[in-house]
């Protein structure tokens, strides 16, 4: 303590005290109950809904959904119907985006297109989560060796770029189909959820609500099912979003290259590669299939962002 | 809301008289938030004088940090100030630009962070960061700002200074990254020195040297201190002068000791009862615990004769029968990485530890950090194999159970971790989270288990409206005594609680600890209760361990331990309780010599001060 010629210094040493009436005495530690219980994920919600560009993104992707749902709302024409009587006509009353060099309808082609790559996006995304999501979880709960293995197996997979590894396979398995795209994207497209994955199951495995689960008696499994995986599925989901527009982009990357779906198949990206040739001639001929594909794309990674903002708890004011 | 007339502020002062360095005048802060503005801070007064030490004391949100931050204009982003005035040697300085602040920072006003773990950079060398300051107050630069900054960590206590200054912050410990700090606030010769909770995330030991230094170092240099703390017994042991803060207002103020042994406003007196280490006793009377026991005996005899009947077991010889855990010669040892990756070093984090806990009694460890004693409950709940040494449950060695017998030890060793923010899974409700125990166990069907559940929130005075909420919306209190209805939720025998109300401010604190002790009362549970808070201790333990580098350097009963500690180490740690020996109404002081000669840095790395480096448990995956 200091010496009391400190205390000297002060002029006078008042005791003063604030009026109780303006300084009311709470409950310490009172429970709230004014307002609606709510949970992690419906905060995330209610964030969500007021958050513009998931709106935004959210119609798009309905929108987007709708059309390869009901096609033929939009368009009465036979989108593999290819008549070259008709070929390279600009937009007019009876096409409204014009006709392709094979005398396809444009706008038909763009409508129907919706379907395979939603579909495409969709299931790859899917199996590349399952994939992905098991052997992460798994390599980051139990850790050791088996961690070891799994993670250097995940970065030999990481060093094949998708496309790359995609059109091997493609070349060799030959003809494609749309299962087989899926299965060949799911099978490179996984080692980014399998590494958030890990990393997301670690560390919650550190945490003192797995550990007190432990301490009951919970088995594993149940504590990895029950505690671990719910609680590390956020950045996972989030990257799922923005991997469903990646597999989306690489399906028509992969039949503009002719290595994907068959050209007898109403894609994008087949389409996208019919149109070079008439860059000059039909410009409308890429220009609509490249838009469709590029409006679903950005509103899958729009959609990502908007969810990644909503369940990072770090972003989200309490 | 202004109460700018009500408030007598006690600026005006008598003719002659000295004129405060610091003045704070109905002082309201307002944060934006997405709920709407909200004041941090409301008619906030108080003053400082020159070289006199003032301490703000307040719970966490209760507006403390953020008067002082005020001062050098650092608050949040989303902070502002909306009313009063802040004057600095007379001048106002409220509302004036950021480039007259800059200069008033540093040079005028030192300021001390909280947490030395994240205060200095890790990329620089400590010396090179305190240059910066230097430069950046205009006080020397280059050769000369060199020697300046050795004196500067010199006078801040570290030896061999010269050496430390090109020692990155990693080679520091946690008291030596704080010295560093101080070194820093006062490199420019500041006229006042805000501290903020400057020793809260430092082993006791190491807070009051520290502390002692700093009182020393502005002592000598006549600096004015504000002093910001949670913890009432340090601000009155340090400060001759302290401001009580509630809920963003100054609720009384006046001379430490008086305001201490008369305090008038309701929420002093509550604070100055609820604080452990000012009124530290048992919580309950001797006849009321021996009552706790004889029932559990009972209740433990009924239990043992269905637990015989599955398990065949064998009774240890040496088996103390009232003890319901007995640990005998734990040791546990983790692997350190040497200098080459493939030989590791074993580093004995527990050293041949026993202790027995008695059946309805309460048996506490108590140590600073890298004691060893979490190591120790976690081999206690068979979560930590032990290298050597044996946990006995009513006499078994649970080493030998099988998965089933595990199971069924499970259910009658709890556990209760600190961090309340970490205890219930986020994803669970609290009806669930308290159901879960159950529903693993098989016990009742829903109904029974939902019966259940409202009567453990009714134990811990939660009402039963919590059950359909999530953890985010409770406070950490609330969070603290739900963890604390899941593990009674199997009606366990023992409760192990780690660091179980450290992490809570003192009232709540002092609620969690009085409701462990009305449950212990009411289901005659037996407590092993881990905490590096002797203060704590003194309230809930019937026995003592004081441990130390993984031993036992002490052991008896709670008030053996404090009034005739045997050990140089025990006196040190008793006489480390600030305010400890502030005589008030109504408690017993502690007043015991502190042994001389400790330091928290010995000289050269890895040689094992207090709080060296090194920390094995981190390594080790778990603290």
Not at chain 1, 252 to 276: K, N, Q, Y
Not at chain 2, 587 to 614: F, H, K, N
Request: hydrophobic share 45%; proline share 5%; with cysteine.
């Amino acid at each position: 303590m200091r010496s009391d010629a400190q205390n000297a210094r002060r002029p006078r040493a008042e005791h003063w005290v604030a009026p109780l009436a303006e300084t009311p005495l709470q409950e310490v530690d009172a429970a709230d109950t004014s307002t609606a219980p709510r949970s992690l994920w419906a905060e995330a919600g209610h964030s969500l809904i007021r958050n513009p560009v998931f709106v935004i993104s959210a119609l798009l992707i309905l929108f987007v959904l709708f059309v390869a749902a009901f096609p033929q709302v939009f368009t009465g024409q036979d989108p593999r119907f290819g008549e070259l009587g008709r070929a390279n006509q600009a937009p007019g009353a009876e096409h409204p985006f014009g006709t392709s060099r094979q005398g396809y309808d444009i706008m038909a082609r763009t409508f129907w297109g919706a379907r395979t790559s939603v579909i495409i996006g969709f299931f790859a995304m899917i199996g590349s989560t399952l994939i992905g999501g098991t052997i992460g979880a798994l390599a980051g709960y139990l850790g050791g060796w088996f961690d070891e293995v799994v993670s250097r197996i995940t970065d030999i997979f990481f060093a094949v770029p998708l496309i790359l590894g995609a059109i091997v396979v493609a070349t060799r398995l030959g003809e494609m189909n749309l299962w087989t795209v899926i299965l060949v994207l799911s099978v490179f497209g996984w080692t980014n959820i399998a590494r958030i994955m890990r990393g997301a199951v670690i560390s919650t495995k550190g945490q003192d609500y797995v550990t007190s689960s432990i301490a009951l008696g919970a088995s594993s499994p149940s504590v990895l099912l029950k505690h671990v995986i719910p609680n590390a599925i956020a950045p996972v989901i989030v990257t799922a979003t923005v991997n469903l527009g990646v597999f989306i982009v690489a399906e028509a990357t992969l039949s503009f290259l002719g290595v994907g779906l068959p050209t007898s198949a109403v894609s994008w990206g087949g389409d996208i590669s019919d149109a070079r040739d008439a860059l000059r001639t039909q410009p409308s001929m890429l220009f609509y299939p490249s838009v469709a594909l590029a409006v679903t794309v950005l509103s899958f990674i729009m959609l990502g962002d908007a969810v990644r903002d909503a369940l990072d708890p770090k972003a989200r004011k309490r | 809301m202004t109460t700018t007339s009500v408030n007598p502020t006690p600026s005006t002062s008598p003719a002659g008289s000295a004129q405060p360095l610091l003045e704070i005048k109905d002082l309201e802060i307002t944060f934006t938030t997405s709920s709407g503005p909200v004041k941090g801070v409301r008619s906030a007064n108080l003053e400082v004088f020159p070289g006199e030490t003032v301490a703000i004391v307040g719970e966490s949100g209760s507006g403390k940090s953020t008067t002082a931050m005020a001062i050098a204009h650092l608050l949040a982003k989303n902070g502002s100030i909306t009313g009063g005035q802040i004057l600095f040697e007379g001048r106002d300085i409220t509302h004036v630009s950021e480039k007259e602040i800059r200069v008033l920072r540093g040079d005028q006003v030192g300021l001390v962070p909280q947490d030395p773990m994240s205060n200095l950079n890790p990329m620089w060398k400590v010396g090179s960061q305190i240059r910066e300051t230097l430069a950046a107050n205009g006080v020397a630069t280059g050769a000369e700002a060199r020697k300046r900054t050795v004196q500067l960590l010199e006078e801040a206590g570290l030896s061999d200074a010269e050496r430390r200054a090109e020692q990155y912050p990693h080679e520091f410990s946690g008291g030596m990254k704080q010295r560093a700090l101080i070194a820093m606030g006062l490199a420019a010769r500041p006229k006042l020195l805000v501290a903020d909770e400057p020793t809260s995330a430092l082993d006791v030991t190491v807070q009051q040297q520290i502390l002692d230094h700093l009182d020393h170092l502005t002592g000598e240099l006549g600096v004015a201190v504000l002093l910001i703390t949670h913890d009432l017994g340090l601000a009155a042991e340090r400060a001759q002068h302290l401001v009580v803060m509630y809920k963003g207002q100054v609720v009384e103020s006046g001379p430490a000791l008086e305001l201490l042994q008369d305090p008038q406003h309701p929420y002093t007196k509550r604070l100055i009862s609820a604080a452990p280490s000012l009124s530290s006793r048992r919580l309950v009377s001797a006849a009321q615990r021996a009552e706790v026991r004889e029932q559990a005996q009972e209740q433990a005899q009924g239990h043992e004769t269905a637990l015989e009947a599955a398990a065949d077991r064998t009774v240890e010889a040496s088996h103390d029968p009232d003890a319901v855990i007995e640990v005998q010669n734990l040791t546990k040892s983790f692997p350190i990485r040497g200098k080459v990756p493939w030989r590791s070093t074993p580093f004995l984090a527990v050293d041949d530890v026993s202790f027995s806990l008695r059946r309805g009694t309460t048996t506490a460890i108590v140590g600073e950090s890298g004691s060893g004693k979490s190591t120790v409950a976690q081999m206690v709940l068979k979560l930590l194999e032990p290298t050597s040494g044996r946990v006995l449950f009513e006499g078994q060695d649970v080493a030998g159970l099988g998965r089933r017998q595990l199971k069924a030890l499970r259910r009658r060793v709890q556990p209760i971790f600190q961090n309340p923010y970490g205890t219930l899974d986020p994803m669970y409700s609290i009806y669930r989270t308290i159901e879960e125990p159950m529903r693993l166990h098989g016990i009742g069907d829903a109904r029974s288990r939902e019966a259940k559940v409202r009567d453990l929130l009714d134990k811990v005075a939660l009402p039963a409206a919590m059950m359909r909420r999530y953890p985010n919306e409770l406070s950490g209190g609330q969070r603290q005594r739900v963890a604390i209805a899941r593990a009674l939720s199997l009606d366990p025998e023992v409760v192990i609680c780690d660091e179980a109300v450290s992490a809570l401010d003192v009232l709540v604190q002092a609620q969690v600890l009085e409701l462990l002790n009305d449950l212990q009362a009411e289901l005659g549970l037996s407590y092993l209760f881990i905490t590096h808070d002797l203060a704590v201790v003194r309230q809930i333990a019937d026995s003592t361990l004081v441990m130390e580098k993984g031993k036992v350097v002490e052991q008896g009963t709670t008030d053996e331990v404090f009034h005739s500690p045997q050990q140089d180490y025990t006196r040190r740690l008793l006489a480390a309780i600030p305010g400890g020996s502030i005589p008030l109404a109504g408690s017993e002081t502690i007043d015991v010599e502190a042994p001389v000669g400790l330091t928290d840095e010995t000289g050269g790395e890895g040689d094992g001060g207090p709080d060296d480096i090194v920390d094995p448990f981190a390594q080790a995956g778990r603290v």
